[in-house]
């Protein structure tokens, strides 16, 4: 099912940044119950990263209109919401385009999703490194061509999910998730100063580690640390959590963290 601009169609003009570009930012959300999970925390992500890319979209009542709209059609799914600068411009010029594009979709939820949390995952080394660029870090942006390029790699592999390094070799993100590892009551997860995505979940769980026992890091590190961790868990906006059991030779069985952190992150429906 897609929205584009209030309107039910999959029309989009040949002309629109987004395709032309990859000029825009999205999100994408749980749904369950019919009901969109954080979704103040995906509106505000999308204000946020609009901003930065100095997009001018105003109707913000309406895109959380719309997507409370969408999600009744659905008990548990996926939505993934698009703000693109729109149609217009010449060339790389943005001049003259000021009717941002908004999309909205949904999709079925994944069903590993369930599996990967009973049973963990397996992650591989993803030999696609992220670029190094501060304007760009944290953001959701519409340019996923290194995403599309990691994932070309995992899917002739048997692991589940990648490690991904940046362009300096330090441990960043997975594919499609954050990462975090706990080393006793110390709980690391990679800086994404120059690279990376800040995730809904990755948020949401820093400030829940906040208040709690552990003790959270935001740290730069070479991969190789994994190895000396008690446990490793990845995170996103769907799942919310998964154990990782392995990564190469280095296996896990230990989830005091996962236990700990998965009642505080599922279902979420509020913000």
């Given at each position: 099912?897609?929205?584009?601009n209030?309107?039910?169609?999959?029309m989009?003009?040949?002309n629109?940044?987004?395709?032309?570009?990859g000029d825009?930012?999205f999100?994408?959300?749980r749904i369950f119950a019919?009901?969109?999970?954080?979704?103040?925390?995906?509106?505000?992500?999308l204000?946020n990263?609009?901003?930065r890319?100095?997009?001018p979209?105003?109707?913000?009542p309406?895109?959380?209109?719309?997507?409370n709209?969408?999600a009744l059609?659905?008990q548990?799914g996926v939505?993934?919401?698009?703000?693109?600068?729109?149609a217009?411009?010449?060339?790389?010029s943005?001049?003259?385009?000021q009717?941002?594009?908004?999309?909205?979709?949904?999709s079925?939820?994944?069903?590993?999703?369930?599996?990967?949390?009973?049973e963990?995952?397996?992650?591989?080394l993803?030999?696609?490194?992220l670029?190094?660029?501060?304007y760009l870090?944290?953001m959701?942006h519409?340019?996923?061509?290194?995403?599309?390029?990691?994932?070309?790699?995992?899917e002739?592999t048997?692991a589940?999910?990648?490690l991904?390094?940046?362009?300096?070799g330090?441990?960043t993100?997975c594919?499609a998730?954050?990462?975090?590892?706990?080393?006793?009551?110390?709980?690391?997860?990679?800086?994404l100063d120059?690279?990376?995505?800040?995730g809904?979940?990755r948020q949401h769980?820093?400030?829940?580690?906040?208040?709690?026992?552990?003790r959270?890091?935001?740290?730069?590190?070479?991969?190789?640390?994994?190895?000396?961790?008690?446990?490793?868990?990845?995170c996103?906006?769907l799942?919310?959590?998964?154990?990782?059991r392995?990564?190469?030779?280095?296996?896990?069985?230990?989830?005091?963290?996962?236990?700990?952190?998965a009642p505080?992150?599922?279902p979420l429906?509020?913000s």
């Open positions: 099912m897609y929205l584009v209030g309107l039910r169609t999959e989009l003009p040949v629109d940044r987004g395709t032309q570009f825009g930012c999100t994408t959300a019919g009901r969109v999970v954080l979704a103040e925390r995906h509106v505000h992500r204000q990263e609009s901003q890319l100095l997009i979209f105003e109707p913000w309406q895109l959380t209109s719309e997507m709209s969408l059609e659905q548990q939505m993934k919401i698009i703000i693109s600068r729109g217009g411009g010449r060339g790389y943005a001049q003259g385009c009717a941002p594009t908004r999309i909205l979709s949904t079925p939820y994944p069903d590993h999703y369930s599996r990967w949390r009973e963990g995952i397996t992650l591989t993803s030999p696609v490194p670029g190094r660029n501060p870090a944290g959701k519409l340019n996923r061509l290194e995403q599309i390029f990691i994932r070309s790699h995992l002739q048997d589940d999910e990648s991904v390094l940046d362009s300096d330090w441990l993100e594919c998730a954050n990462l975090f590892w706990r080393k006793g009551r110390d709980v690391f997860t990679p800086r120059y690279a990376g995505v800040n809904i979940m769980c820093i400030a829940q580690l906040a208040q709690s026992p552990f959270v890091v935001e740290t730069a590190v070479r991969p190789d640390v994994l190895r000396d961790a008690d446990e490793v868990l990845i996103n906006a799942l919310p959590l998964a154990p990782v392995r990564w190469e030779d280095n296996e896990w069985s230990s989830r005091e963290l996962y236990h700990f952190l505080l992150c599922e429906i509020t």
